[in-house]
């Protein structure tokens, strides 16, 4: 700043004597002005002002190896700069602050399984004191110096007293119902596992993918973990920017480069082939791991990968064909459970945010014409367009048009109309039953507590779902139809040669049997069907709600979370969980699910409807017990 003030002052006080000279000189001293005051704004554009205090008790924002900060992108890029300002990518992970919150308040007294957990603004930091059996140290009471999420979850992260290293507050924000929750209780996770993870844990893997540019510098007693910026920012897509920043500083050669809409100083993943367009994504957004060669340069110097590279050099995108990788032994050393964890038997991914590994089994992404090839940019946008709001853009960050079927009109035109659309879905044009989306991108993986669509972009196949038992799309719409049925629509109407199917797929619902039969990740998904509205729209809500109360004192606090969520969508069920808590202990809700099977008989008059076991008195209770009494009891571990 004072540099600029410095050429200011400069060129007012030379610019008279320039401008007595004669023509010629006056003119140059016009010039020389103009640049001199041009070049001072320039510098003025790039101060930001003062640099935020850093703390010696959580990771700090220094930029190396060519970046620069999100900050350096704004006076030439204001739109872009604003639109990903607003997005949840900046806020990914924020240092913790009253504005950082989403929540409000000034005190809590929270309960975790039975302990206590507070937290308290004192002066302008926020401090945590709770307890920890078994382990030490035993009790904890500390500053908490950042946050990771402003979307679904907030999570809050303290001080260990241990160089940068920070550990997870036992309790975080669930943003949509403004809700306090145990940290474990948002994941698929069988019901001891109460405690959040070790200290440590975000230094070592939630930085990957929550900042830009991390370094976790973690070693025996040291840990010092630096980022080049907090969030995912400009550089996390578009690469160092150092080189492109020097090289525009000439007004002219910016605006060339503008106007022939290239710039090889910086990559822009909308102009990239395909696959490597998805890859910058696929960084964070896949299941995949580092490969060995990489580990040790990762961890002092951060990621190999860089927009543009081919991320299949450094990392290995994991599939079920990888099983016998170097990478993938020593993580199942750690994780015996890692491939029933985040993938379906038939290789489809289980965990959501992992939406690349999907896409790259997909034939529309390996499609052998490279014009007709998708990538995440096809249907995604990173900036608003067309005059929308971000608040209307940033909750999926879909290009104008994508919410309906243009992602996959634009190549087969054959369906932009209504009768083709007609003629292929078999649905009313209109209809959810006409979307693309709800037939080929079914909701079958699972994350921060809801069902989420699948990438790969695969048919309903009811063979499929027998052989892995993966619920089929059909199904998760058609909530009250059988197997039998599906498999006579897919066969009659896209000539889906149909599987057999023992007694029970021919006659029982197929909701039916994953919601009382299932294994937790069926469950789960199912009870988060049951409240979807195109779901509830084709199959009818009167007959759902004493499936969805005998989840209520499940094992699993995610699926007693979505049967309450999804009981409270019908009508007049809301006052009966007044006081119903999803963590409490599981004896503490049976009188929930009594109280909702007592509310729902006494209204109930749909008549005989077999299939989801409603015979002409109510429901066939010998029948939904024999389905409950085999319920899937093996562990299930999904979890980000």
């Known amino acids: 700043m004072l540099l600029f003030l410095s050429m200011l002052l400069l060129a007012c006080a030379a610019y008279p004597l320039w401008c007595s000279s004669d023509g010629v000189t006056a003119k140059a001293a016009s010039v020389a002005f103009f640049v001199l005051v041009g070049a001072g704004l320039s510098l003025c554009s790039m101060w930001e002002g003062p640099a935020l205090e850093a703390s010696s008790n959580r990771a700090i924002e220094v930029p190396e190896a060519g970046y620069v900060g999100s900050k350096s992108c704004r006076s030439c890029h204001p739109g872009e700069h604003a639109s990903w300002h607003g997005s949840f990518h900046r806020t990914m992970t924020q240092v913790a602050s009253r504005d950082a919150f989403v929540a409000d308040f000034d005190r809590l007294e929270l309960d975790w399984f039975g302990k206590e957990v507070l937290l308290e603004w004192r002066g302008d930091r926020l401090w945590t004191v709770f307890d920890r059996a078994g382990k030490r140290p035993a009790r904890v009471e500390r500053p908490v110096e950042q946050l990771t999420g402003s979307h679904h979850l907030q999570v809050l992260w303290y001080s260990t007293g241990e160089g940068r290293e920070l550990g997870p507050v036992p309790m975080c924000f669930k943003i949509e119902e403004r809700i306090w929750i145990p940290l474990t209780s948002v994941f698929v996770l069988p019901p001891e596992f109460r405690d959040p993870p070790d200290p440590g844990a975000w230094n070592n893997s939630c930085t990957m993918c929550h900042t830009t540019d991390a370094r976790p510098r973690v070693d025996i007693g040291r840990t010092d973990t630096e980022v080049s910026e907090f969030g995912i920012s400009c550089e996390a897509c578009h690469g160092p920017g150092e080189a492109h920043v020097a090289a525009n500083h000439n007004p002219v050669r910016r605006l060339t480069q503008r106007a022939l809409g290239m710039d090889d100083t910086i990559t822009n993943p909308a102009t990239l082939q395909p696959v490597r367009s998805s890859q910058v994504c696929g960084h964070c957004h896949s299941v995949s791991i580092l490969k060995e060669q990489h580990f040790d340069s990762w961890r002092d110097h951060g990621s190999p990968f ?335």
């Open 306 to 640: 860089k927009p543009g590279d081919d991320l299949q050099r450094s990392h290995l995108v994991i599939g079920v064909e990888d099983r016998e990788a170097p990478e993938l032994r020593r993580e199942l050393r750690k994780n015996p459970n890692f491939f029933r964890s985040s993938f379906w038997p038939d290789g489809q991914v289980r965990l959501s945010g992992r939406e690349f590994s999907g896409l790259r089994q997909s034939p529309c992404y390996t499609h052998g014409d490279e014009a007709k090839q998708i990538d995440c940019t096809s249907c995604h946008s990173m900036h608003v367009e067309g005059g929308k709001s971000s608040e209307a853009w940033r909750d999926d960050q879909l290009h104008d048009g994508m919410r309906g079927n243009l992602g996959c009109t634009q190549c087969h035109e054959e369906m932009s109309t209504p009768e083709g659309l007609q003629a292929h879905t078999h649905h009313a044009p209109g209809s959810s039953g006409s979307s693309c989306y709800n037939c080929h991108m079914g909701h079958t993986s699972v994350g921060l507590m809801k069902a989420s669509r699948s990438h790969e972009i695969t048919s309903p196949d009811v063979g499929v779902e027998v052989a892995t038992g993966r619920p089929n799309a059909c199904n998760q719409c058609h909530l009250d139809r059988t197997l039998q049925w599906t498999a006579e629509r897919l066969e009659a109407d896209w000539q889906v040669a149909p599987p057999s199917l023992n007694a029970e797929q021919r006659e029982v619902a197929a909701s039916v049997r994953w919601l009382l039969s299932g294994d937790a990740g069926q469950r789960m998904l199912a009870a988060w069907s049951y409240g979807w509205g195109p779901a509830q729209e084709a199959s009818g809500d009167d007959w759902m709600a004493p499936y969805l109360g005998r989840l209520l004192d499940d094992p699993y606090y995610v699926v007693r979370f979505n049967a309450q969520r999804s009981l409270r969508s019908l009508s007049g069920y809301g006052g009966v969980l007044v006081n119903y808590n999803f963590v409490a202990d599981a004896a503490e809700q049976a009188r929930f699910v009594g109280d909702v099977t007592k509310l729902w008989t006494s209204r109930y008059s749909g008549g005989m409807r077999p299939a989801v076991l409603m015979a002409a008195r109510g429901l066939s209770r010998a029948r939904f017990d024999q389905l409950y009494a085999r319920r899937d009891d093996r562990p299930v571990y999904i979890a980000e």
